[in-house]
């Protein structure tokens, strides 16, 4: 249908319909290289459509001039991009043109950027100029990537927000030595503490900073764009990092229906930029802050920023994991809950150590004497070497099945994050993994030993304390009500 199609569009029959056919059939690439072929090259007929007096007709014709890409064309192009005075097309032109490389002509493209920034808009132009603004910004941003604003800000005392686990938030903060803090569900408000004195807390998730506005009503983008713009947002970033604006951010709303996100986010970013006169510039891929915009039950939306300038070295150390790899800040909670049991110069077991995250942070926690991780899976067992070999840390590693395992000394300690169900481990075969664990455990601790489990199923766990009466259940702590993931802590004692 190709050679149909283009036959009707030289004969000027239905031009419109036949170019949007073109279009449609050329995005399968075999259907493609047949239309360049048939072209031979010559794209006479296509170039002298972008003066057809139907805007539609031009707009399909850059398109599909576009999905070509051919070099030839983009002098044409960039001319009828110029000279185009139907708003709507305009950023079509600059669709087709971003194809290809348009390095010679991106000044041209900054300017016109800049004078659209500064031109009032009527309502009318705003949706399109709006879109052409975005596309001059994609192509810019494309070809010149803009420097990072160092981040310098360690010793600036800011308030911040500590997203932490929602079942063990005052555990958290009991490990926090700086400021003040207000504890809140799933979350910790931290006041007049240095940002680099909390940056190494190991056990959050992510680190926000609040941004103070006037209310923000969901059902009103464009004056969130305002508002965020007016805010003290440009200030905290003026202190944090070297270098001027323009910021470099992207949306992330909380809350909004998933269906209406686009749209809505498109309608923030273009207020807060020209608002903020181009200080705060929306990016796709370039991005230095997350605005994150979390929904509140009066239909009002909290602003807080997530800075990308911040490096965050916590866990440099796990560059290596596998799909079932326990996160290392799930990691780190366990072992801060599980600090009184632990004491320094233990011998250390982790039967299940996947890439070793648990025995790292253990060791992080409270120096060992020896550690000992096994698995059956080699892949995560040369993952594990590596990550251990960036943290600085001493394991000795075995591919081997516990149940299998023997070892000439006991263990004061073992501490692993035991298999969940999935599509080749039954429920059942888990069910018994817990008790086989506990009655081989008793072959590896000495008395008084004890076992610090990461368990999916902490009923399974707590009937296998009850059925060998050498152990008893210390302490158990809820880390996920949902899926009812806790912390079992159970000590060994030869009878």
């Keep these: 249908m190709i050679r149909e199609y283009y036959e009707a569009v030289c004969a000027g029959k239905e031009t419109r319909a036949n170019l949007i056919a073109l279009r449609s059939a050329v995005k399968d690439e075999k259907e493609k290289r047949a239309f360049a072929y048939l072209l031979g090259g010559d794209f006479t007929v296509l170039c002298r459509l972008l003066e057809h007096e139907d805007p539609k007709v031009r707009k399909n014709a850059a ?8 070099e030839d064309v983009l002098p044409i192009l960039f001319d009828a991009y110029k000279k185009e005075q139907t708003l709507f097309v305009r950023p079509d032109y600059l669709k087709a043109i971003g194809e290809m490389d348009c390095e010679p002509y991106l000044d041209e493209m900054e300017e016109q950027l800049e004078r659209l920034r500064t031109k009032e808009l009527l309502p009318e132009e705003k949706k399109h100029i709006s879109a052409e603004m975005r596309m001059l910004q994609g192509i810019l941003l494309k070809h010149r990537k803009p420097q990072p604003h160092p981040f310098t800000g360690y010793d600036q005392e800011e308030s911040m927000l500590l997203l932490v686990n929602r079942e063990q938030t005052r555990a958290v903060a009991e490990g926090i030595k ?8 799933g979350g910790i408000r931290i006041k007049d503490a240095r940002i680099g004195k909390i940056l190494p807390v190991r056990t959050y998730s992510e680190l926000l900073f609040p941004i103070r506005t006037k209310s923000l009503p969901v059902n009103a983008p464009e004056e969130i764009g305002k508002q965020l713009a007016a805010s003290e947002m440009t200030d905290l970033m003026a202190r944090l990092h070297d270098g001027k604006a323009p910021y470099y951010f992207r949306i992330e709303p909380k809350g909004l229906e998933e269906a209406k996100k686009g749209v809505w986010i498109r309608k923030v970013s273009d207020a807060l930029e020209q608002e903020s006169q181009a200080s705060w510039i929306n990016s796709v891929s370039n991005y230095e802050a997350e605005i994150r915009l979390l929904m509140k039950k009066d239909g009002t939306m909290a602003a807080f ?7 965050d070295r916590r866990f440099a150390y796990r560059k290596e994991s596998i799909g079932s790899s326990m996160k290392p800040v799930n990691a780190a909670l366990c072992v801060q809950l599980a600090r009184p049991w632990m004491k320094e110069d233990a011998q250390i077991l982790d039967p299940f150590c996947g890439v070793g995250t648990l025995l790292i942070e253990r ?24 990550n251990t070999a960036r943290a600085n840390c001493r394991v000795n590693y075995i591919q081997r099945d516990f149940f299998t395992f023997e070892h000439d000394y006991l263990f004061d300690e073992i501490i692993t ?7 080749t481990r039954p429920k059942e075969e888990i069910h018994h993994l817990y008790l086989d664990f506990f009655e081989k455990a008793q072959q590896h601790l000495n008395d008084g030993g004890i076992v610090i489990l990461y368990a999916a199923y902490p009923q399974y766990a707590a009937e296998a304390v009850r059925r060998y009466d050498n152990f008893r259940m210390e302490k158990t702590f809820l880390l996920n009500e949902k899926t009812k ?6 000590r060994y004692n030869k009878k």
């Design 63 to 70: 398109l599909l001039l576009g999905e070509m890409e051919s």
């Design 178 to 185: 700086e400021g003040t803090h207000t504890l809140l569900k």
């Design 305 to 311: 920023l997530r800075l990308y300038t911040i490096e």
């Design 363 to 386: 060791n992080r926690a409270l120096a060992a004497k020896t550690m000992y991780g096994l698995d059956i899976f080699g892949d995560a067992i040369e993952k594990a070497k590596s």
């Design 417 to 423: 994050d035991l298999p969940q169900v999935s599509g």
């Design 485 to 490: 993931m806790t912390l079992c802590i159970a």
